[in-house]
């Protein structure tokens, strides 16, 4: 089993739609990070979450935490082309850190 | 700043013969070190990591092996490659352990034929 459950797991999109994309757990994480990889290269980190609740924006890219740190999301306004990746959900719970499963995002032109 | 080196990027080798990948980092001393297995479009299963010069934990009984002879530099090796070894490799390493961001290397795709 994994501590870190992403879904969906394939979304195949037009450009211009929006989507959310969601990590969820059942246990309590210190910090959660968001990563996204193209195909052949390794995972590039987007960002960091560490306050129950927290939001952070980056461009079109919105990241929220959990209230209760279990749980985040991530949602993606006017997709683009360029935004098609892996995108991984990753958490530390003070003395280990897990990748989720991952979300297999394909934005169509 | 701080990169990560693989290498090599691609590498096909018979079944039975032997296994070495290695990894880098630069601009960052004592970095925790660690290698992942990464099956297509899914997320990544810890392997080894390190704390520091020939420091290694295992998270899964395997048939591969990892060492860390110098400060920057971690190594996995196989001494004979199953089919099952196929994937692609990610080096990764870390100011604290297993703590917030990881900072991943290009990767090494591994083909067992």
């Known amino acids: 089993t994994q501590l870190l459950e992403q879904s969906p797991q394939f979304l195949s999109i037009q450009e211009g739609e929006n989507l959310t994309v969601y990590c969820n757990s059942s246990s309590v994480f210190s910090s959660l990070q968001w990563y996204r990889q193209e195909p052949g290269e390794g995972p590039v980190l987007l960002v960091t979450v560490v306050t129950g609740g927290e939001v952070k924006k980056l461009k079109r890219l919105t990241f929220q935490f959990g209230d209760a740190r279990k749980d985040s999301s991530l949602h993606i306004t006017a997709a683009q082309p360029g935004d098609t990746g892996l995108y991984l959900c990753?958490?530390?719970?003070?003395?280990?850190?897990?990748f989720g499963t991952g979300t297999s995002l394909t934005v169509i032109p | 700043s701080q990169t990560i080196h693989q290498w090599p990027a691609t590498l096909v080798q018979p079944v039975g013969s032997p296994l070495s990948l290695e990894c880098t980092v630069e601009g960052t001393s004592n970095p925790n070190l660690y290698w992942y297995r990464q099956a297509a479009g899914r997320g990544l299963q810890l392997l080894f990591y390190s704390v520091g010069i020939g420091q290694i934990s295992s998270e899964v009984p395997q048939n591969l092996s990892a060492s860390r002879p110098q400060d920057r530099q971690f190594i996995l090796s196989s001494k004979k490659l199953l089919l099952s070894d196929s994937g692609f490799y990610l080096c990764?390493?870390?100011?604290?352990?297993?703590?917030?961001?990881?900072?991943f290397g290009p990767g090494t795709r591994l083909l067992v034929l």
């Open positions: 990753a958490g530390d719970t003070g003395n280990q850190f897990y």
């Open positions: 990764a390493w870390s100011v604290i352990l297993y703590q917030e961001t990881q900072y």
